[in-house]
């Protein structure tokens, strides 16, 4: 499992994983009324809920596929991932509607965790490894198309006019 031959970029998704479970047990933190003991919890099953949910949907050398399905969204819905890892902690989900955004949307990618508050808040980037291998030179396309709105990521929106 762990010897491959050649070494690509890590497949390992600690790092990201970790960043967006701290930034979300960080949230619950501030607010108080949680134990730290639901806190421990909640961190624990929302990495093993992130680390199952994305093994099949993590790909370093393109780190914009897959990028809405690794999305996680409260918007007037609580993600189902957040609200199980909450159910493990004995948090209910009306408990987290109240303790974090309404409106937040975490984006986990290799190499780079960003979120958003509000659905028109500017992207703040959580994590950010040294060394992103991008094909784009260095912008990661799935963003600006959220910003489009558009759900789904269409490779032909980049229109080059040539003179």
């Known amino acids: 499992h762990s010897h491959r031959h050649r070494r690509g970029p890590r497949a390992d998704m600690a790092p990201e994983i970790a960043a967006a479970v701290g930034f979300v047990s960080g949230l619950l933190r501030t607010r108080g009324c949680v134990s730290e003991q639901q806190l421990q919890v909640f961190s624990g099953a929302l990495r093993e809920a992130l ?4 093994r099949h949907h993590w790909f370093p050398e393109e780190p914009s596929k897959g990028s809405a399905y ?3 969204r409260i ?24 303790l974090l955004p309404r409106q937040l949307t975490l984006w986990v990618d290799p190499f780079e965790v960003s979120y958003r ?6 992207i703040c980037v959580l994590y950010q490894a040294t060394k992103a291998p ?9 963003k600006n198309q959220m910003m489009l709105g558009r759900s789904s990521p269409s490779k032909n929106y980049i229109v080059t006019v040539s003179s």
């Not at 918007?75 to 109240?98: C, H, I, K, T, W």
């Not at 508050?117 to 500017?122: F, L, P, T, V």
């Open 70 to 72: 690794r999305c996680i």
């Open 51 to 54: 680390t199952e949910h994305y």
């Open 134 to 142: 991008s094909p784009y030179g260095g912008v990661l396309t799935c």
């Open 117 to 122: 508050i509000g659905e028109d808040g500017s």
């Open 75 to 98: 918007n007037e819905r609580m993600d189902p991932l957040l609200s199980r890892a909450a159910g493990q902690g004995g948090l209910a989900v009306p408990q987290l509607f109240q």
